[in-house]
């Protein structure tokens, strides 16, 4: 017997009589799988509990959040995302398609222990104590059946194969309902884009199309939650879903996607969307008792003319001028023609971009780090310039943001990655073994459930000291506490893996000490704000208490931005270990920089631009 109860969460097949199911006058799930698990929790000493009860099937994605410890399963072919290592079969039997089972399955977040102890438990349970199980809660029997009762386990096997036929026939419901309607999304029980896009492509083929508009609501979630916090955050998500509901008709199709929700409207005119639209905004602006400012929430409107017949593209159009309201302070935006014209270069690069990664267009450029005592480059940072065929050189700033807007950065990232480690490569054949690569890597890229895995891979392929490597997690996006968690999780794995993990732009945005608690990092790299502001005695105190902190917690504290003689002379006083900025190097080209790295000599301090390389 445990001491203590550890909470472990379920996710229970609601339909399922009488193995498992859903009653609605207690609420709870019953059965003889309920009744089992509970003896267990009784003896082990653990606080068993079915996640959200109800008649509603969430098991899927249950799983698919990592929301639950255990998932219930109707036979041993089932399959949920997630789920770790072989299912634990409770019972079998025969039926007219072979054999059949009873299974549970234990998710990644399952304790050790309790997978141990459950499976142990369970294995002492024979299958004629589940023939009087099952046959007790269907009011056929005693609860235990006598040893070698043939009859029994014939019984058995007609209620499971009768369990799992009620569950079928349910599951084909399902499938059919969510074909016609698409998925929903979990937070807010409005559509997804999938289904939307299901609605738009039968309108955009209709002559009806005219009467239609694609409104984007921004509701600016990163940002509410980086200055209240994330509950602010989800209480804002919830309260414009509702809103919309509230406001919209019934013809109209809504579904969100990440910060953004949408509803594809049909109105007899565009005036009259933009007046629907504006007092919806408002509806959710007046609405949130955490008082939003003007910057969080906006629309956008994009009406289904002969331009918009592509979804993808309408959609993100939408969005643009929904984004193009918040710079402006407007509030609500229609995506006229003079507004589309600043935004389809925006949209032709998002097009041009997967081609751009393939035919190479995206060249590997690196920035120095120098030690702060010696000045002698120590490492460097990986970047990129993209060569486009027809706009000639982009600067990171002209794609980054919008990559960032769109959800496709990780590309990008992944790409670096390659890159980088291929360079380490190299410089390791040409006995080159203390100079290391930072990688940047979005905070939302970080917190994917495989990230860690595609990173392996990637470092697999190249021979180097994994050490050289170092992962930048920059700035761009707020987490909530799940992809936090998950992000977590990411960075404890490839430092495990040898590979190394700092901060970027520490100190403004979203990071803050809460960080520094919770993640396990091995530096910090402050951001060129906090270095230009560090003549004020704010800035300074600021700036000195980061420092601080890193260093007692052991941490490598780096400086972006450094540009005068006099932030070097301070920052040396405040122990900075290294320094990265134009008065040491601008970015060069990877060929140009490994040339400079064989050479071996220190830096000079003569500033330049990009096309005026310094010499190591």
């Given at each position: 017997?445990?001491?203590?109860?550890?909470?472990?969460?379920?996710?229970?097949?609601?339909?399922?009589?009488?193995?498992?199911?859903?009653?609605?006058?207690?609420?709870?799930?019953?059965?003889?799988?309920?009744?089992?698990?509970?003896?267990?929790?009784?003896?082990?000493?653990?606080?068993?509990?079915?996640?959200?009860?109800?008649?509603?099937?969430?098991?899927?994605?249950?799983?698919?959040?990592?929301?639950?410890?255990?998932?219930?399963?109707?036979?041993?072919?089932?399959?949920?995302?997630?789920?770790?290592?072989?299912?634990?079969?409770?019972?079998?039997?025969?039926?007219?398609?072979?054999?059949?089972?009873?299974?549970?399955?234990?998710?990644?977040?399952?304790?050790?222990?309790?997978?141990?102890?459950?499976?142990?438990?369970?294995?002492?349970?024979?299958?004629?104590?589940?023939?009087?199980?099952?046959?007790?809660?269907?009011?056929?029997?005693?609860?235990?059946?006598?040893?070698?009762?043939?009859?029994?386990?014939?019984?058995?096997?007609?209620?499971?194969?009768?369990?799992?036929?009620?569950?079928?026939?349910?599951?084909?419901?399902?499938?059919?309902?969510?074909?016609?309607?698409?998925?929903?999304?979990?937070?807010?029980?409005?559509?997804?884009?999938?289904?939307?896009?299901d609605v738009f492509s039968r309108i955009a083929n209709d002559q009806s199309r005219r009467f239609y508009s694609l409104i984007c609501f921004h509701l600016g979630l990163d940002?509410?939650?980086?200055?209240?916090?994330?509950?602010?955050?989800?209480?804002?998500?919830?309260?414009?879903?509702?809103?919309?509901?509230?406001?919209?008709?019934?013809?109209?199709?809504?579904?969100?996607?990440?910060?953004?929700?949408?509803?594809?409207?049909?109105?007899?005119?565009?005036?009259?969307?933009?007046?629907?639209?504006?007092?919806?905004?408002?509806?959710?602006?007046?609405?949130?008792?955490?008082?939003?400012?003007?910057?969080?929430?906006?629309?956008?409107?994009?009406?289904?003319?002969?331009?918009?017949?592509?979804?993808?593209?309408?959609?993100?159009?939408?969005?643009?001028?929904?984004?193009?309201?918040?710079?402006?302070?407007?509030?609500?935006?229609?995506?006229?023609?003079?507004?589309?014209?600043?935004?389809?270069?925006?949209?032709?690069?998002?097009?041009?971009?997967?081609?751009?990664?393939?035919?190479?267009?995206?060249?590997?450029?690196?920035?120095?780090?120098?030690?702060?005592?010696?000045?002698?480059?120590?490492?460097?940072?990986?970047?990129?310039?993209?060569?486009?065929?027809?706009?000639?050189?982009?600067?990171?700033?002209?794609?980054?943001?919008?990559?960032?807007?769109?959800?496709?950065?990780?590309?990008?990232?992944?790409?670096?990655?390659?890159?980088?480690?291929?360079?380490?490569?190299?410089?390791?054949?040409?006995?080159?073994?203390?100079?290391?690569?930072?990688?940047?890597?979005?905070?939302?890229?970080?917190?994917?459930?495989?990230?860690?895995?595609?990173?392996?891979?990637?470092?697999?392929?190249?021979?180097?000291?994994?050490?050289?490597?170092?992962?930048?997690?920059?700035?761009?996006?707020?987490?909530?506490?799940?992809?936090?968690?998950?992000?977590?999780?990411?960075?404890?794995?490839?430092?495990?893996?040898?590979?190394?993990?700092?901060?970027?732009?520490?100190?403004?945005?979203?990071?803050?000490?809460?960080?520094?608690?919770?993640?396990?990092?091995?530096?910090?790299?402050?951001?060129?704000?906090?270095?230009?502001?560090?003549?004020?005695?704010?800035?300074?105190?600021?700036?000195?208490?980061?420092?601080?902190?890193?260093?007692?917690?052991?941490?490598?504290?780096?400086?972006?931005?450094?540009?005068?003689?006099?932030?070097?002379?301070?920052?040396?006083?405040?122990?900075?270990?290294?320094?990265?900025?134009?008065?040491?190097?601008?970015?060069?080209?990877?060929?140009?920089?490994?040339?400079?790295?064989?050479?071996?000599?220190?830096?000079?301090?003569?500033?330049?631009?990009?096309?005026?390389?310094?010499?190591?």
């Amino acid at each position: 017997m445990q001491t203590g109860e550890e909470i472990i969460y379920v996710a229970g097949n609601p339909d399922l009589y009488p193995i498992e199911y859903y009653d609605p006058e207690s609420q709870t799930y019953q059965g003889a799988v309920p009744e089992f698990l509970a003896r267990f929790a009784q003896e082990y000493g653990y606080d068993l509990r079915y996640l959200q009860p109800g008649s509603e099937d969430r098991r899927v994605d249950f799983a698919v959040n990592r929301q639950v410890d255990l998932i219930s399963g109707s036979e041993t072919g089932s399959r949920y995302a997630h789920t770790a290592g072989e299912p634990l079969i409770l019972f079998a039997g025969e039926t007219q398609g072979g054999e059949t089972a009873y299974a549970l399955w234990f998710t990644q977040t399952a304790p050790e222990r309790f997978q141990s102890e459950l499976r142990e438990y369970a294995s002492r349970t024979s299958q004629e104590e589940w023939t009087g199980a099952l046959l007790q809660v269907a009011g056929e029997m005693p609860q235990r059946a006598p040893v070698g009762m043939l009859w029994g386990m014939g019984l058995v096997s007609l209620l499971l194969l009768a369990a799992l036929a009620v569950s079928s026939c349910r599951l084909r419901r399902e499938r059919r309902r969510k074909a016609r309607t698409g998925r929903a999304d979990t937070e807010t029980g409005l559509g997804t884009l999938e289904a939307l896009e299901d609605v738009f492509s039968r309108i955009a083929n209709d002559q009806s199309r005219r009467f239609y508009s694609l409104i984007c609501f921004h509701l600016g979630l990163d940002h509410v939650g980086s200055l209240w916090g994330d509950e602010c955050a989800r209480a804002l998500l919830s309260h414009g879903a509702q809103a919309l509901r509230q406001a919209a008709e019934p013809s109209d199709a809504l579904a969100r996607s990440g910060e953004d929700l949408f509803v594809l409207k049909r109105s007899p005119n565009q005036q009259e969307t933009v007046r629907w639209a504006a007092a919806a905004l408002e509806k959710i602006r007046a609405g949130f008792s955490g008082g939003p400012a003007l910057r969080d929430v906006s629309a956008g409107i994009c009406a289904l003319e002969t331009e918009f017949l592509d979804f993808a593209r309408t959609v993100f159009h939408a969005r643009q001028c929904a984004l193009g309201a918040v710079e402006t302070g407007t509030g609500c935006q229609l995506c006229d023609a003079g507004r589309l014209r600043a935004r389809r270069e925006r949209w032709q690069l998002l097009k041009d971009f997967e081609t751009g990664l393939k035919q190479e267009e995206f060249s590997f450029y690196l920035q120095f780090f120098v030690d702060a005592g010696t000045f002698q480059a120590v490492g460097a940072e990986a970047l990129s310039r993209w060569y486009h065929p027809r706009l000639g050189l982009l600067n990171p700033n002209r794609y980054i943001p919008l990559l960032e807007e769109s959800g496709r950065i990780g590309e990008l990232d992944f790409y670096g990655l390659e890159k980088a480690c291929a360079f380490l490569e190299d410089l390791e054949r040409q006995q080159i073994r203390d100079f290391f690569i930072s990688c940047n890597f979005a905070r939302r890229t970080l917190c994917a459930p495989d990230f860690a895995q595609r990173c392996i891979e990637v470092i697999q392929r190249y021979s180097f000291t994994r050490k050289l490597l170092i992962l930048e997690v920059t700035e761009s996006q707020q987490l909530n506490g799940d992809e936090t968690a998950q992000m977590l999780g990411n960075i404890v794995a490839m430092r495990e893996f040898g590979a190394r993990v700092i901060f970027d732009d520490f100190g403004v945005g979203f990071s803050s000490f809460h960080d520094l608690q919770d993640c396990p990092m091995d530096g910090l790299k402050l951001d060129k704000e906090l270095v230009d502001n560090m003549w004020t005695k704010t800035g300074r105190i600021i700036l000195n208490a980061l420092v601080d902190a890193g260093h007692q917690i052991g941490m490598t504290i780096l400086a972006e931005g450094v540009e005068t003689d006099e932030q070097i002379e301070a920052l040396r006083r405040l122990h900075c270990d290294a320094f990265q900025g134009f008065r040491f190097s601008v970015p060069l080209p990877a060929e140009v920089a490994q040339k400079r790295i064989l050479e071996g000599a220190r830096l000079c301090g003569t500033q330049t631009n990009e096309n005026e390389h310094v010499v190591l």
